[in-house]
């Protein structure tokens, strides 16, 4: 930790501003991952000056390397950098619980009427403006990030190989190990070079399934099947919607197709993490003990695999191999990142109305450094007065 971070920490009311910040966030955070660690970077590192772009870097690096929601994740780092433990798990919750709340008076909704309102209206106006937060942060990330050519490459190549279809998660481990491989044979030093590549393999078998017993819907088996999705997905809404359909479809009978994609619809279109969509089906299947269990398990995984690998960043960076596997895996995650900007901006930018929007956004954050909170919150005025009007 820098010295600058540990007066942060010795500050006065640190766990306060823990709950402050990520309460906002998890109110505001519409657009995904991408955008949410956009966010967070606009008000830990440029506004309160938690950490430094290294750091944050750093920290990224780490929750792509472990299973679970990257942002939510990122939070629960950032309460813990800014205030211990108790941030560690204040960090994670106050980011998750307004969109559990939001989520349950859906699935209460949906469970009464059959059908759920949408929100097309107002993220039509925060889509373009969190596309331009996402750009932002990504600016300045990448220069801190690209340090060199090698590591320019490197993300480059990622950001091209995701637009393809290249697996996630081998992208991550691939760009890590690359940086590896070069620079500890730069140094002459190609044998050692394949034994930290093996060293640093990928992680090994997912859990086993959960029993379950086909037909009634049981709380325990509920639990124990979104314990398992939590320890071991990787990537996106989409691979969440592969684990819950082979899970809750096909191998339990609990959902229906349309029930599962509109629980996906739902966890997409409110703000914060897409894992709520554990809650939508938990209240769908058995109420507010069902969400409350779903809710719990899937995000369990994540604090206690932030837990265990955050004491091991310095480590990591003492280490020149580890290091290096780090940067790797950095600049692949901002590669990945710049992917979903510009699949996002496909869909969000899609008229005159919504490009001035996006430009709008991007000069106040780099002429005049508006709190991206603010302009979320404008944006979302904004696409509904434009859609009332326009009928």
Avoid at 43 to 67: A, Y
Avoid at 114 to 140: E, H, N, R
Wanted: hydrophobic share 60%; net charge positive.
């Amino acid at each position: 930790m820098t010295p600058g971070e540990a007066a942060s920490r010795s500050a006065s009311g640190p766990l306060a501003e823990v709950v402050g910040v990520f309460l906002k966030l998890g109110i505001i955070g519409f657009g995904g991952p991408a955008a949410h660690i956009a966010m967070m970077r606009d008000e830990v590192v440029r506004r309160r000056r938690w950490v430094s772009d290294e750091r944050f870097l750093d920290l990224l690096g780490m929750t792509n390397l472990i299973p679970g929601p990257n942002s939510t994740e990122m939070a629960i780092h950032l309460g813990y950098v800014r205030a211990g433990w108790p941030g560690l798990l204040l960090g994670g919750a106050c980011f998750i619980v307004p969109a559990v709340a939001i989520v349950l008076t859906l699935a209460g909704l949906y469970v009464r009427y059959g059908t759920t309102p949408t929100a097309t209206w107002v993220l039509y106006g925060v889509l373009p403006v969190i596309i331009a937060i996402v750009a932002q942060a990504m600016w300045a990330l990448g220069r801190t990030a690209f340090r060199n050519g090698l590591l320019a490459m490197v993300g480059l190549a990622v950001l091209g190989l995701s637009l393809a279809g290249v697996n996630e998660l081998a992208l991550l481990f691939g760009g890590g190990v690359l940086v590896v491989l070069v620079r500890l044979a730069r140094r002459r030093a190609v044998g050692v070079a394949a034994g930290a590549a093996a060293a640093l393999g990928i992680p090994g078998a997912a859990l086993g399934q959960a029993a379950a017993a086909a037909g009634a819907v049981t709380l325990g088996t509920m639990f124990l099947t979104f314990l398992k999705i939590g320890a071991v997905l990787y990537g996106s809404g989409y691979v969440l919607l592969a684990f819950l359909r082979n899970d809750f479809v096909h191998r339990l009978g609990w959902l229906t197709d349309r029930q599962l994609l509109d629980a996906i619809a739902v966890g997409q279109v409110t703000p914060g993490p897409v894992f709520t969509t554990a809650t939508f089906i938990g209240y769908v299947l058995a109420g507010g003990p069902g969400a409350l269990l779903a809710t719990v398990a899937i995000f369990l995984p994540s604090f206690v695999f932030v837990a265990l690998s955050h004491p091991l960043l310095p480590r990591i960076r003492g280490s020149r191999a580890a290091g290096a596997f780090l940067d790797g895996v950095n600049v692949a995650a901002l590669g990945l990142m710049a992917a979903v900007m510009l699949q996002l901006a496909l869909s969000a930018i899609v008229d005159g109305f919504t490009a001035a929007l996006a430009v709008l956004a991007g000069a106040l954050l780099i002429l005049r450094r508006v709190n991206s909170a603010w302009l979320v919150a404008g944006a979302a005025a904004a696409g509904v007065a434009y859609r009332w009007l326009a009928g």
